[in-house]
């Protein structure tokens, strides 16, 4: 089966037409939840950067398909544009989906490209800082990851009292809490350029080089002293993960 399917005379993309029409046929309202317009954008960059045979299907979906308000404008909004500045991104994605106006999110546009030309990234910027707040949010594989802290201070323990995934929602919420109340995540230089400079994240402490991943740091003062590093890798075989030092 071809990748792509024939419309008027155009090409677009098969499996995000089959997306959209599997996200309005037989279920809801028949238009496309903010769920879904998640999940179109991430399927469209599972290979990295958008291609322009995926960005104009995905605006023929936007105009074809039947969608919610808030679908439609955060669609519109986080959609990723080339002529958007690495400061406009960083706003879309965290006031507006992640709705956490509060979070201090640092990206030196300078040293993110020193680093994408050097290195190379998988996923594109609007990815690459999707996967840090989620992984700071749901990212437990480590015991001294954020979320892990966040759950011994507020006594959050799996004990079987909380019903279904409440737990879960519980101990995001609470993390969800702290970084927007004092979250300060910051793109770490490339330790081989230089060292940190006074009042820098130092490098993590397990080894991990910009070479291999994208290295964010993340201070909470309103919940300790502790800091942390997110480690994605830039080829995208490794899960994110997280861990702190005090």
């Known amino acids: 089966m071809s990748y792509y399917r024939i419309i008027e005379g155009e090409r677009y993309d098969r499996s995000l037409l089959e997306a959209a029409e599997a996200a309005t046929a037989g279920r809801g309202d028949g238009r496309i939840s903010l769920q879904d317009a998640q999940n179109l954008l991430d399927l469209a960059r599972d290979g990295g950067l958008i291609t322009s045979i995926e960005r104009s299907t995905l605006a023929y979906i936007r105009s074809r398909f039947r969608w919610t308000a808030a679908a439609g404008e955060w669609f519109d909004d986080v ?139 993340l201070r909470v003062p309103g919940l300790s002293d502790h800091y942390y590093w997110c480690i994605i890798d830039r080829k995208g075989n490794a899960a994110p993960y997280n861990y702190g030092f005090n």
């Open 79 to 217: 959609l990723h544009d080339d002529g958007a500045s690495p400061d406009e991104i960083l706003r879309r994605i965290v006031r507006i989906k992640w709705a956490l106006p509060g979070l201090v999110f640092r990206l030196d546009a300078e040293a993110y490209r020193r680093q994408l030309l050097q290195y190379g990234s998988k996923a594109d910027l609007a990815s690459v800082i999707d996967q840090v707040i989620a992984c700071f949010l749901r990212d437990d594989s480590h015991d001294e990851s954020f979320r892990t802290l966040v759950q011994h201070v507020e006594g959050l323990q799996p004990d079987g009292s909380y019903p279904g995934s409440s737990w879960e929602a519980a101990v995001e919420q609470a993390a969800r809490r702290y970084l927007d109340a004092s979250g300060e995540i910051d793109l770490l230089p490339d330790a081989s350029d230089s060292e940190p400079a006074e009042g820098e994240l130092p490098p993590p402490i397990h080894g991990e080089s910009a070479a291999e991943a994208w290295i964010f740091g």
